[in-house]
């Protein structure tokens, strides 16, 4: 089978893989603290010298580090994050790093994620209120006071997804180690009564759809170029 044949369809495995992210950034444009999933490709080379032939890889997704824009809810138990740290939910699949500061108190005081699972303090402890004394008031270091007493704090921690991360429902990401509590809090913080909105560009995504498609039409006419050549020449050398 010709080289070129093998070049186009690692092209179009490449960009298939591309459609995939960007089917998911569109679909999860409205999602709180969802960050978009990019890809980026690297040329495999085969062979030495002039019989050398590149190949695109099937890439490896990253996560976008653009923040999203804050919304004003006046719901005390909405929090974002001011700067680049992460909150801690405690999942069947264990701890969670998200961006989504939708949290409620439930009957026994516990802070809860959107999902139901404990929000983590910067211990990795569950967040324990006092269910008798309503919203706790936070401080722009993540801190909670009810009745005025120190009652606690929303822990915020480092984060690295690094290439080929893991989800874990729309907008949690499964950490491959161990997060660390942020520790210089200068440029971080909370803010109380507000969310983060997705920071997915629903027209910047659809423009790299359509340039997704042209090109997975443009490889798939050259894989049909390339197999009618292929066939004119069995054909060819068949009849001598």
């Not at 996560?63 to 680049?84: K, M, R, V, W």
Request: aromatic fraction near 8%; avoid cysteine; proline fraction near 5%.
């Amino acid at each position: 089978m010709q080289d070129s044949l093998y070049v186009a369809l690692s092209s179009q495995i490449a960009l298939e893989r591309r459609l995939d992210t960007i089917a998911d950034n569109v679909a999860n444009a409205s999602t709180i603290g969802f960050r978009a999933t990019g890809v980026k490709f690297e040329d495999v080379v085969s062979g030495t010298g002039p019989k050398s032939v590149s190949f695109a890889s099937s890439g490896k997704t990253y996560l976008s580090t653009a923040h999203g824009s804050l919304t004003e809810t006046g719901n005390p138990f909405d929090f974002a994050i001011q700067g680049d740290a992460w909150f801690a939910i405690e999942t069947p699949a264990g701890t969670v790093m998200t961006r989504d500061g939708r949290f409620s108190m439930n009957e026994n005081g516990e802070l809860m994620s959107i999902e139901g699972y404990p929000v983590l303090d910067g211990g990795g402890a569950p967040i324990q209120l006092d269910p008798r004394n309503g919203p706790p008031k936070a401080g722009a270091d993540g801190s909670l006071r009810q009745n005025d007493q120190l009652v606690g704090a929303v822990g915020l921690y480092d984060f690295d997804p690094g290439d080929n991360f893991v989800r874990y429902g729309n907008s949690g990401i499964v950490p491959a180690r161990t997060p660390e509590p942020v520790t210089d809090r200068s440029g971080v913080g909370v803010a109380q009564g507000f969310l983060e909105e997705s920071n997915v560009n629903p027209v910047l995504e659809m423009t790299r759809l359509i340039q997704v498609q042209r090109a997975f039409e443009n490889t798939a006419a050259l894989i049909r170029q390339s197999a009618s050549s292929t066939d004119d020449a069995i054909k060819t050398l068949g009849s001598k």
